[in-house]
């Protein structure tokens, strides 16, 4: 179907990189950090994080306003913005590390309600 994206939910990765790891054994009711840190987000995808969604990709349009990472345009005009090495920096400054097809950058919504709101935040991702 046109127009159809595919939202992953980021419980399932955990559970994945937990059995992966074999750390199948848990019991009923046994709570995880969903936000399984250290695992890496597919690019492209937006994962699902309790009231949080996050997207990684490689950059291919750049605005003041936009970006565009695995075919969504995402909003930044509110967001917060952070180099490689988690330091706050400006819009422009930003915008100035982002490489067009070869930079990686992870947005942030939260609260998440759709794709088309605001981000909260964009930083490059080195990982």
Do not use: H, N
């Not at 994206?5 to 054994?25: D, N, S």
């Not at 097809?101 to 964009?122: D, Y």
Request: aromatic share 6%; glycine share 12%; hydrophobic share 45%.
């Amino acid at each position: 179907m046109s127009g159809m994206r595919t939202i992953r939910v980021m419980a399932m990765f955990a559970a994945l990189a937990m059995a992966a790891q074999g750390c199948g054994g848990m019991e009923d009711g046994a709570q995880v950090d969903a936000a399984a840190r250290g695992a890496s987000l597919p690019d492209g995808t937006i994962v699902m994080d309790g009231d949080r969604a996050f997207l990684k990709g490689i950059v291919t349009a750049k605005s003041t306003a936009t970006l565009t990472i695995g075919g969504y345009t995402v909003d930044i005009g509110a967001a917060q913005f952070r180099d490689g090495g988690d330091a706050a920096v400006t819009a422009e400054e930003f915008l100035g590390l982002v490489t067009l097809g070869v930079t990686r950058v992870k947005v942030r919504w939260e609260p998440f309600t759709s794709a088309s709101a605001p981000v909260e935040q964009a930083e490059i991702d080195l990982d």
